[in-house]
């Protein structure tokens, strides 16, 4: 026939190869129907429309005109509404020589089987599943060390020397249509699986025993069937190759076990094992499960029986625990550790509502799981008091996902967790050797938490939330991966979200309105943490205490800086001659003063003396751009600025008074003594410019008072009695100068005052050796307004590094550095996302 239009339907890259040879041969694709992300690539690429197999798929192809249907390793089912739209009809391939092997895996089970050829085969979709009329078949023989991925290989070749075979056909003399003689069938499922999960009866023939381990042999693609297995030592190991070799010894027997494979007798031959791994794929030297005149134990009939019957079970649900186990979705409790010995499982009893039970008992624990976990899909582990037990060859828990929005109702998530409950029931467990089969699972760990509806706890869990037969809710914890003070902290969670639940009208109850703290940690929160009201006094200016200190220890040094040092006296005395010189320029309480100047005794001597006219200071640093200074004076409206004379030519623009402290002849004809300027506290002591909402800096003004409470909360933190030496390196501009020289002064420090220049300079010349270690913080940077995916996962897992590793603080990114509405948010909340996830750091 002259060329033809047809819909390619499968998942391999076979149909690939197929699908170039119709287009080759001048014939064209209508579409492809695939799930496979590579065949879709190749399809796009060719122009040809893609489809998804599944629902609607008929409705979807309503209006493609097609000729033929080919279906080339493909398992989706095919519509009847597709097939009828093949105007000459539709051709399947198969991996086998039909009738023989129809169904699945037909050359694992060649192998099996002992076949000497083998085969693929293009038939006619008509009648029963692998049954239509014979178009095109291509047999081989078998070669003598042939594997399921050998196999495989073969079969892929002949296929597409076949197909080719095909379309010369369909171009000629039509198709050569041969029905199959179906007496001759034999059929595998797609949940048959090797008898006894596929374990080593040594009482067999040597060959049966490598041909099981060559039929399952898929090398490194995925084995969806089983591995072979050997039972030593109580341990399950999986097997990779086998070989007989020559001598006899009584079944199970270990005559070597050595790196080079541990060699085992069987009904007539030796058999060498090579390639042991544990059920997690983690290879094991044979030396170490076994010695020389060891007996392996030997399968015996009842014992086969409940493995097969075991795995007949479980392997209905393992495509839906393959999917979870490719791309698990944990939980990362914040306290959790690894393990570090053996589970030490203790246990509490929970309190239940009379109005959960069952189920929705079981649901209610879920939501508290969402809630404690932030996670809007999780997995749990789900343990099912009807797993069977086949310890080593079926897992005891099964991975429950479930999805945990924080809009959901909890009626919504009750439906959604008796879903995945029942799924989880009808299949409650999945073989071991599974994450050995599929490349794609990395690993096999247990969620952080579980349910369980079996006796205990589920191994592997942090935490499980065990549901008795009688009803009574249990939280078990590892104690060696949870201390105990989290445990019970989890536990009052938990019991809060159920009492919430138990409570009406609780079913419409979105899940983000449930309580996340138990009533104990609220009021520690909201009350307790909060509970710092204590006396202080509250009618103390900041100048005044300075000058209660000046009372105090008049000759102690009250600063340095560089070469000059001055008494609590001498500073007093200095300050006051200042303050009357502005008393005189109009300064009074509530008035704003500029303070230009650079790091220096006039600088402290200037701050002092604008608190002690009764005015506030405002900082205006000589290192920020003249620009950013002059909206500092323009917004403020400072009537009078103190500079120094070798900074007044730069001030910027304005219209205020200045006072060159450094210059002013009349300053030394002032009085020494404390100005009475009549401040109270409650009057602003400065006003520091700091980031605003709208990228305009907005002034913050700071009353006395506020800095008197501020000085009480510092006597609590801070070594004082005896003062010590305190080195300030903080511009005005920035509160903690406040500490670095109002406190010390108030509480009579030496202040050494760092200038412009050597404040960020921890020691000239070598260090003094110290008995006390240096700690380590970890500091962000947060000037990075780009975008990018990941600053927050950065934030977080350098936070949990530093916290395992020592550090002593983590410092998260401050608005002052970066523009409003950066990457990072307010430091509060930044703090706490960094303290939810540390034990330790500060």
Not at 326 to 338: G, H, M, Y
Request: with cysteine; net charge negative.
């Amino acid at each position: 026939m002259s060329g033809f239009s047809c819909v390619v339907m499968g998942n391999e890259s076979l149909l690939i190869q197929c699908a170039d040879h119709v287009l080759q041969g001048g014939n064209r694709i209508a579409a492809v129907v695939t799930r496979n992300p590579d065949i879709r690539a190749w399809a796009v690429h060719q122009g040809i429309p893609v489809e998804a197999p599944g629902e609607g798929l008929g409705d979807r192809l309503a209006s493609v005109e097609f000729d033929w249907l080919f279906s080339i390793a493909n398992l989706s089912v095919i519509p009847q509404a597709v097939l009828d739209r093949a105007k000459h009809g539709a051709i399947n391939f198969h991996d086998g020589p039909l009738p023989k092997h129809a169904g699945l895996n037909a050359p694992v089970w060649a192998i099996l089987q002992g076949e000497k050829r083998h085969g693929v085969t293009w038939h006619m979709i008509e009648g029963g599943i692998d049954e239509g009329d014979i178009v095109k078949q291509k047999l081989f023989d078998l070669g003598p060390n042939e594997t399921a991925l050998t196999l495989n290989t073969r079969c892929y070749e002949a296929a597409m020397e076949s197909f080719a075979e095909l379309l010369a056909d369909m171009r000629g003399p039509g198709l050569k249509r041969v029905p199959q003689d179906l007496s001759q069938r034999s059929y595998h499922a797609r949940l048959d699986r090797p008898a006894a999960a596929a374990r080593l009866d040594f009482t067999q023939p040597a060959e049966a025993l490598v041909a099981l381990v060559a039929a399952l042999d898929h090398g490194t693609y995925w084995n969806p069937l089983s591995c072979p297995k050997v039972e030593t030592g109580g341990r399950v190991l999986l097997v990779s190759q086998a070989t007989i070799e020559s001598g006899s010894a009584t079944p199970g027997e270990v005559v070597e076990a050595t790196p080079a494979g541990l060699v085992v007798g069987t009904a007539t031959a030796l058999v060498r094992l090579t390639g042991l791994r544990d059920t997690h794929g983690q290879p094991v030297c044979p030396s170490t499960v076994a010695r020389t005149g060891d007996r392996l134990p030997l399968l015996d009939a009842a014992v086969a029986q409940a493995l097969t019957d075991a795995l007949a079970q479980v392997a209905p649900g393992e495509d839906a625990w393959r999917r979870c186990l490719r791309a698990p979705q944990a939980i990362d409790l914040p306290s959790a550790t690894t393990a570090s010995g053996p589970a030490e499982w203790r246990k509490t009893a929970v309190q239940v509502p009379s109005a959960l039970a069952g189920d929705r008992l079981l649901a209610a624990a879920a939501a508290w799981v969402a809630r404690i976990s932030g996670k809007s899909e999780f997995d749990l582990a789900y343990r099912d008091a009807a797993t069977p037990q086949a310890p080593g060859y079926l897992s005891t828990w099964v991975p429950m996902r479930l999805s945990a929005a924080g809009g959901t109702p909890f009626s919504a998530f009750h439906e959604q967790c008796t879903e995945a409950l029942g799924k989880a029931r009808r299949h409650p467990a999945f073989a071991l050797d599974l994450v050995a089969r599929d490349p794609a699972i990395k690993s096999l760990s247990a969620p952080q938490i579980g349910l369980s509806q079996a006796a205990e706890f589920i191994e592997g869990c942090v935490v499980t939330v065990q549901l008795g037969a009688d009803g009574h809710l249990t939280l078990w914890h590892d104690a060696t991966r949870l201390p105990d003070e989290a445990a019970a902290q989890l536990v009052q969670r938990l019991q809060s979200v159920l009492e919430a639940l138990g409570q009406e009208p609780s079913w419409a109850t979105p899940l983000a309105r449930l309580p996340i703290l138990s009533p104990t940690e609220r009021a520690q929160v909201l009350y307790g943490w909060n509970n710092t009201a204590c006396d202080y006094e509250r009618h103390t200016c900041v100048h005044q205490f300075f000058e209660a200190q000046v009372q105090r220890t008049p000759q102690a040094t009250a600063v340095v800086f560089e070469g000059t040092a001055l008494t609590y006296a001498e500073l007093n005395a200095r300050a006051n001659r200042v303050a009357h010189r502005l008393r005189g320029l109009g300064v009074r309480p509530g008035t704003l003063v500029g303070l230009y100047a650079s790091r220096s005794l006039e600088l402290l001597i200037g701050a002092l003396a604008i608190q002690k006219a009764g005015g506030a200071y405002v900082p205006l640093d000589p290192a920020y751009p003249a620009d950013r200074v002059a909206l500092y004076i323009e917004d403020s409206g400072a009537p009078v600025i103190v500079s120094q004379s070798t900074l007044v030519a730069s001030l910027p623009t304005h219209q205020a008074q200045v006072l060159v402290i450094d210059q002013d002849a009349q300053i030394a004809a002032q009085p020494d003594s404390n100005p009475d300027s009549g401040v109270q506290s409650s009057d602003i002591a400065y006003m520091i410019y700091t980031s605003g909402s709208t990228g305009r800096p907005k002034g913050v003004m700071v009353e006395h008072r506020n800095v008197a409470n501020f000085f009480r909360g510092m006597d609590d933190r801070i070594r004082h009695d005896p003062p010590g030496v305190w080195l300030a390196v903080t511009s005005l501009s920035f509160d903690i100068s406040v500490l670095e020289l109002f406190y010390t002064l108030a509480r009579g420090f030496k202040l050494v005052l760092s200038s412009d220049e050597n404040r960020a300079l921890v020691s000239s010349g070598r260090a003094p050796i110290s008995a006390q270690k240096m700690d380590f913080s970890l500091y962000y940077w947060g000037n990075d307004d780009g975008a990018g995916p990941k600053k927050y996962e950065l934030l977080l897992e350098g936070a949990k590094f530093a916290d395992q590793h020592g550090f002593c603080a983590v410092w998260t990114p401050e608005r002052h550095f970066h523009a409003f509405g950066g990457p990072y948010p307010n430091p509060s909340v930044t703090g706490a996302a960094v303290a939810a996830v540390t034990q330790s750091i500060g």
